[in-house]
């Protein structure tokens, strides 16, 4: 990626932008629904991301005062590596009954979202897409 002196106009954590502000309150609470949040930004083998933690500090805000989501509800975390993904989601051999995820569920009804900020990454001999954590390397994508 290139990034052009004009872009970095925009890198400031600190400007704001419309949808930070005069965010409307939930029409009704969602105390069932379950949410992830995650920003990764500072990379160790590529480039950073500038506004992966910003986006997610301001995502959580949004369900919490606009979407009705309990605060407590919302895992929220930035920078998370390998080891980091696999205790929230679960381990690659697919046990997901150790996760902080699985955990947090409380019962069938329970409704998940999950947003991420970073970089993300299709593998070209197997077409799966992978979030990437902040220690990948994105030559070894599926190991």
Do not use: C
């Amino acid at each position: 990626m290139i990034l052009l002196e004009s872009d970095r106009q925009f890198s400031s954590a600190s400007s704001t932008i419309d949808v930070e502000k005069n965010i409307a309150p939930a029409r009704s609470a969602r105390p069932k629904t379950l949410a992830v949040v995650l920003g990764n930004r500072a990379y160790r083998k590529i480039y950073s991301v500038d506004y992966a933690a910003r986006d997610a500090e301001w995502i959580k805000e949004y369900l919490v005062r606009r979407m009705g989501i309990p605060s407590d509800n919302i895992i929220h975390a930035t920078d998370l590596s390998l080891s980091d993904f696999h205790n929230l989601f679960g381990d690659p051999s697919g046990d997901i009954k150790g996760s902080k995820l699985y955990r947090r569920l409380r019962d069938r009804a329970t409704d998940i979202i999950v947003y991420y900020s970073g970089h993300g990454m299709a593998n070209p001999d197997d077409r799966a897409n992978y979030l990437l954590p902040i220690d990948a390397n994105p030559d070894y994508l599926s190991g």
